[in-house]
């Protein structure tokens, strides 16, 4: 099989208040970010402090951080979360600089959902929906095919699935592309479910879909502990890769970034599976 490519989402909506290893300024990002490499992740991923900011001042606090990291990592994966400007209307026009800075791995969340928390009776409640519209998503890609970009493909239940195959069938997927497939435990990402549950049916369900398709993918448990529980394994079983980190961990201790690698790491030495290198997981996604 193929190595195994790790990726590492390092901070997101996880507060210092739920694990203090978590790291929000850039110095901690670079730091994090370096160490991670370190110990055998090839991707890194990561949000940045400054909701509401400009494009241009969004790409500019990404890249204080990314800056260090590059310079000591020239080969490193770096890739930031969509933008959401002043009226928290999502765009992805930040990946325009932040390409012409060096980025090579874009992304795009391909599909809508509801994101909240749950109430004392386990009801879902909120008024927050991720919207990714269909013209949201092909101006996406349209940015990652002229920016040479690789687009993360961030799978929160199948109708995002369904619509990336769509543009993949069109030969319009930009080149380079990863899907991530999102599994959420009852926590979720807010509180609250959605899409599939971190089940083998639930993961043969995807791979039903993909079943064809040659682009690479990932499982992600959100809301829980991915190499704790059994989709880490069934996914290096059938070739696929990893996507964890303190972004969507919550278990019942307070890890670092670098011992959840760690942990991933052990986890496909023990399968036989060899972990990528940031430039092998360059050449198994056929980044531009």
Known sequence: MTPVVIECAINGLTSKATNPHVPVEPSEISADALACMAAGAAIIHNHIDLPGASVQQAAERYLEAWRPILAARPDALLYPTIHFDESYSISYEHLIPLAAAGMRVGLTDPGSVNLGGS??????????????????????????????????????????????????????????????????????????????????????????????????????????????????????????????????????????????????????????????????????????
């Open 119 to 288: 109430g004392t009776d386990g009801v879902p409640v909120g008024d927050f929906v991720y919207r990714n519209s269909f013209q949201t998503i092909d101006r996406a890609f349209d940015i990652c095919r002229q920016a040479k970009l690789g687009p993360s493909l961030a799978i929160y239940e199948p109708g995002f699935l369904r619509a990336t195959l769509a543009w993949w069938r069109a030969g319009k997927l930009p080149q380079g592309a990863m899907v991530k497939l999102y599994f959420s435990t009852e926590n979720g990402y807010l509180g609250a479910p959605f899409g599939l549950p971190p089940t083998e049916r639930a993961l043969d369900a995807y791979l039903e879909l993909l079943d064809g398709c040659d682009i690479p993918w990932a499982v992600s448990v959100v809301g829980g502990d991915l190499c704790a529980s059994p989709m880490a394994r069934l996914a290096l079983e059938r070739g696929g890769h990893l996507h964890l980190g303190l972004e969507f961990y919550r278990g019942n201790r307070t890890p670092t970034n670098v011992e959840l690698v760690a942990e991933a790491v052990s986890l496909c030495q023990s399968m036989g599976r060899e972990v990528a290198t940031p430039e092998q997981a360059a050449q198994i996604l056929g980044l531009p």
